[in-house]
């Protein structure tokens, strides 16, 4: 069965500053994988999915991850975060059963 | 026109109401999905329609009851509602029901029930 650990429930961090989010899968066939945001009050939106292809993925908003096999993590990273990136993220994971699985959600939370 | 919209934002309930909520999409996709999403918890899958057919139920009580008219719209009913049922209703699409595909999320409905 496939599982999504996000290691870490909040990351405070300050403004421009790096961050990573930590994602880790558990899936014995192929996978796909994604980062979604959620600010206060919205719905999910898409940052970036890996499906195939180059193992670093860029996405929205100067986000961007690294599929990593061997280790079965994708962890998300920005370079320098700000403000408005407080908000909560969800690691996701999908291996062909059309269920869509969400990790726990880590809460990033950017101090001036 | 590239996003989901739900109806009402907000609705209050009481247990013995019966009530409806609406999501739409013009972006020509052929999946649609309902979520029930708790404070601080991960979105939790309750239906998946595909091409208007009911696809995936995820065990949900029968209290609630999906509808998908057409291939752009997508409705909850909810009828005899308990508490515990309050939380975000979200609402999404994608392309085609295909592991490979992004769901585009609607901003929810928050419902609560008295």
């Known amino acids: 069965a496939q599982s999504v650990t996000q290691l870490d429930s909040q990351v405070p961090v300050f403004e421009e500053a790096p961050v990573e989010l930590r994602c880790n899968y558990s899936?014995?066939?192929?996978?796909?994988l994604f980062w979604y945001v959620q600010y206060p009050n919205q719905g999910l939106q898409l940052l970036l999915k890996?499906?195939?292809?180059?193992?670093l993925v860029k996405g929205i908003n100067g986000f961007e991850a690294e599929f990593n096999k061997s280790q079965t993590s994708f962890h998300l990273r920005k370079p320098s975060v700000h403000i408005s990136d407080t908000a909560e993220y969800f690691c996701a994971v999908n291996t062909g059963g059309f269920k869509t699985i969400f990790g726990a959600g880590t809460r990033l939370f950017v101090k001036a | 026109d590239t996003e989901v919209t739900q109806t009402p934002k907000h609705l209050v309930m009481g247990m013995t109401n019966k009530k409806s909520l609406k999501c739409e999409q013009h972006m020509g996709h052929r999946a649609m999905y309902w979520y029930k999403q708790k404070a601080k918890k991960p979105p939790e899958l309750m239906f998946v329609?595909?091409?208007?057919?009911?696809?995936i139920n995820e065990s949900v009580p029968s209290r609630f009851s999906p509808e998908c008219p057409n291939s752009s719209l997508l409705n909850l009913h909810l009828h005899a509602l308990q508490p515990e049922d309050s939380a975000l209703y979200l609402c999404?699409?994608?392309?085609?029901?295909?592991?490979?595909?992004?769901?585009?999320f609607g901003p929810g409905t928050r419902l609560t029930v008295l």
């Open positions: 329609y595909s091409y208007e057919k009911l696809s």
């Open positions: 899936s014995s066939v192929s996978v796909y």
């Open positions: 999404a699409s994608s392309i085609r029901l295909a592991e490979y595909n992004e769901q585009f």
């Open positions: 890996y499906l195939s292809g180059s193992t």
